[in-house]
């Protein structure tokens, strides 16, 4: 654990040679995977991921080696480990999942990687009732909200005490209210204008790809009637 969470390499290596529990967890429930995942050393998680160690292990709080990667912006380990099949929708001891975390510390390309390649549910809720897009409203996250708003997260569900997405709108920003709800507005509807110039893009290419099958199948059958 100590060397995985110094990014040796070298003496994580020797360790697990010299028969090491891979998967040994410390007081907190940290394994080695843990520690070198929310360190960014993508070459002992590599390594740790060779020789058996459980991405799925959680600590005392639920947290994962996927879930600390989130939070970091560790690009290179979440694509490590969501290569390797980590569960994605596991959730921590207050039901936030790898997904969450990485949007409410805005950090957009990790929230879309675990959506677009490790199909990630937008719509999980935490222990509160909380989303991925209500808590990264609750931060001031909007290009996260418009991301979630463009793939199709629920914009509508409600939190334990009757909350929506615009009741936890961003408090910390000293702006006021009416100013952060005005930019969380503009921000789920651009997200629902992109899903809506997505969804005509694949209609158009749907219907120019019928129409080449068409003039195919005109081709073929003049062929045949020669």
Known sequence: MIAANNGSLEKV??????????????????TALIYASFGGYLD???FLLKNNADMNMQTKYGQTALMKAAFTNS????NALVAKKADVDLQATDGRTALMIAGMANN?????????T???????????GLTAAMLAAENG????????????ANMHIKDLHGRSLFDVVDKTSGQSQAVTRKK?????????RLA??????????EAEAEKQRERERERENALLAN
């Open 184 to 192: 969380l507005e503009q921000a789920v509807a651009k997200g629902i």
């Open 118 to 128: 490790g199909s990630a549910n937008v719509n999980a809720q935490d222990t509160n």
């Open 75 to 78: 690009h290179h380990i979440v």
């Open 13 to 30: 290596r020797d360790l697990i040679e010299a028969k090491a529990d891979v998967n040994l967890q410390d007081k907190y429930g940290q």
């Open 196 to 205: 809506k110039e997505v969804e005509a893009a694949r209609e158009a290419e």
């Open 44 to 46: 002992v998680v590599e």
């Open 108 to 116: 957009l390309k990790v929230v879309e990687f675990l959506h677009d």
């Open 141 to 152: 996250c909007f290009m996260v909200v418009t991301y979630l708003a463009k793939v199709g």
